[in-house]
T-cell receptor, first 114, second 114 residues
Framework: DTGVSQDPRHKITKRGQNVTFRCDPI?????LYWYRQTLGQGPEFLTY????????KSRLLSDRFSAERPKGSFSTLEIQRTEQGDSAMYLC????????????FGSGTRLTVV | DQQVKQNSPSLSVQEGRISILNCDYT??????FLWYKKYPAEGPTFLIS?????DKNEDGRFTVFLNKSAKHLSLHIVPSQPGDSAVYFC?????????????FGKGTRLSVIA
């Protein structure tokens, strides 16, 4: 297992376009998280799943954002009608629900909206 | 409204000396705290954690201290090594676990000078 994989690593899109990111977690991890990080800030929680159930969504996750984890394995994060303010690093992480060792993060998808 | 604050954006330390990174929090409901390390172009990596029932946790060169009355925690790295140069994030959770949504600070960039 090579850890948490995110695809693509970089995405440049025009304002108003839709984008979709994919995250493949560590295979035995049942929890999957999405965070957003902008320049000079720490990661900000967006949403998380336990298996295929979406357990919590942040108020940062506007109606233009949607996340899915259809079979409890990989997850997608879609942003519709992108805005310049959506430019950020989108980080995915996974963990077991039990234990206390923290998440394993992927390397992130950097989104630039022009 | 920053609930987790890392007031030092950067810190420089000589190799072999102690590095002390500080973190303050405002929400008394937080009961689990973590430190993550981040290298450029990589996702954050879990380093060490502490539950609010403890005041110290040690793992090799890394020790985290928690002062609940002051709502303050610190990460000590002894001895510091050049490979420790990275951005360090403090994070907190409400649910006595690292495997839940976390609130991150803005990070402190540590430079260890050989």
């Amino acid at each position: 297992d090579t850890g948490v994989s995110q695809d693509p690593r970089h995405k440049i899109t025009k304002r108003g376009q839709n984008v979709t990111f994919r995250c493949d977690p560590i295979s035995e991890h049942n929890r999957l998280y999405w965070y957003r990080q902008t320049l000079g800030q720490g990661p900000e929680f967006l949403t998380y799943f336990q298996n295929e159930a979406q357990l919590e969504k942040s108020r940062l996750l506007s109606d233009r954002f949607s996340a899915e984890r259809p079979k409890g394995s990989f997850s997608t994060l879609e942003i519709q009608r992108t805005e310049q303010g959506d430019s950020a690093m989108y980080l995915c992480a996974s963990s077991l629900s039990a234990g206390s060792y923290g998440y394993t993060f992927g390397s992130g998808t950097r989104l630039t909206v022009v | 409204d920053q609930q987790v604050k890392q007031n030092s954006p950067s810190l420089s330390v000589q190799e072999g000396r102690i590095s002390i990174l500080n973190c303050d929090y405002t929400n008394s409901m937080f009961d689990y705290f973590l430190w993550y390390k981040k290298y450029p172009a990589e996702g954050p990596t879990f380093l060490i954690s502490i539950s609010s029932i403890k005041d110290k946790n040690e793992d090799g060169r890394f020790t985290v201290f928690l002062n609940k009355s002051a709502k303050h925690l610190s990460l000590h790295i002894v001895p510091s090594q050049p490979g420790d140069s990275a951005v360090y994030f403090c994070a907190a959770s409400y649910l006595n676990s690292g495997n839940t949504p976390l609130v991150f600070g803005k990070g402190t960039r540590l430079s260890v000078i050989a």
